[in-house]
């Protein structure tokens, strides 16, 4: 019994000793990200965190599906505000974004930012537009909306219409050229 204490003990040691000798890789801070959702879009942007990696600015969120159709991919639009209430930055950019019906995913984002981070700065981000299979999504007045929510104008909602998707294709359809006959000539 005080042998087998006496290698638990050994052991933790050991591996306490290892975990702390372990080097932490330093991760850059993340700044908190302020999302405008737009309740009659079927995508929805959780937790969304900007940070600077080496060359470049990433945003780690969690997209989630909220429509009975597959999801292609989403058009945001971040604002960079300064403590003034002054816009420092607008950034509009496309991500591909595949998301199973009522889903939800984590992501990561690449917004095409250019310039450093202050810590005053404040940032806001909505969702313009949701490309489906079959339908497209589109917040009309989503940057209206989203600048005076910055100012703390809660009651601007942008207007969301909808059309079909005609450009992206189902899965495992083909194309089928049409092939026209000519009438049959009478002699």
Same mark, same amino acid.
Request: hydrophobic share 45%; net charge positive; charged share 25%.
């Given at each position: 019994?005080?042998?087998?204490?006496?290698?638990?003990?050994?052991?933790?040691?050991?591996?306490?000793?290892?975990?702390?000798?372990?080097?932490?890789?330093?991760?850059?801070?993340?700044?908190?990200?302020?999302?405008?959702?737009?309740?009659?879009?079927?995508?929805?942007?959780? %937790?969304?965190? =900007?940070?600077?990696?080496?060359?470049?600015? &990433?945003? +780690?969120? *969690?997209?989630?599906? !909220? #429509?009975? %159709?597959?999801? =292609?991919?989403?058009?945001?639009?971040?604002? &960079?505000? +300064?403590? *003034?209430?002054?816009? !420092? #930055?607008?950034?509009?950019?496309?991500?591909?974004?595949?998301?199973?019906?009522?889903?939800?995913?984590?992501?990561?984002?690449?917004?095409?930012?250019?310039?450093?981070?202050?810590?005053?700065?404040?940032?806001?981000?909505?969702?313009?537009?949701?490309?489906?299979?079959?339908?497209?999504?589109?917040?009309?007045?989503?940057?209206?909306?989203?600048?005076?929510?910055?100012?703390?104008?809660?009651?601007?909602?942008?207007?969301?219409?909808?059309?079909?998707?005609?450009?992206?294709?189902?899965?495992?359809?083909?194309?089928?050229?049409?092939?026209?006959?000519?009438?049959?000539?009478?002699?």
């Amino acid at each position: 019994m005080l042998l087998q204490t006496c290698v638990a003990i050994w052991l933790a040691t050991l591996f306490s000793c290892t975990a702390n000798a372990a080097p932490r890789l330093e991760q850059p801070p993340a700044n908190a990200v302020v999302f405008f959702d737009v309740l009659d879009l079927p995508a929805r942007i959780d %937790e969304p965190r =900007l940070s600077k990696s080496d060359k470049e600015f &990433v945003m +780690d969120c *969690a997209v989630a599906n !909220r #429509s009975s %159709e597959q999801l =292609l991919g989403i058009r945001l639009i971040l604002l &960079v505000i +300064d403590p *003034a209430g002054k816009l !420092r #930055s607008r950034i509009i950019w496309t991500e591909r974004s595949e998301l199973a019906m009522y889903s939800i995913k984590t992501f990561v984002f690449h917004p095409p930012m250019t310039g450093e981070l202050r810590g005053t700065d404040q940032f806001f981000l909505a969702i313009d537009e949701v490309i489906g299979r079959e339908t497209i999504w589109r917040a009309v007045g989503a940057e209206k909306a989203l600048r005076a929510y910055g100012r703390g104008q809660h009651d601007v909602v942008p207007t969301v219409r909808s059309f079909a998707n005609k450009y992206d294709r189902r899965p495992g359809m083909s194309v089928i050229p049409m092939i026209v006959v000519p009438p049959l000539r009478k002699e």
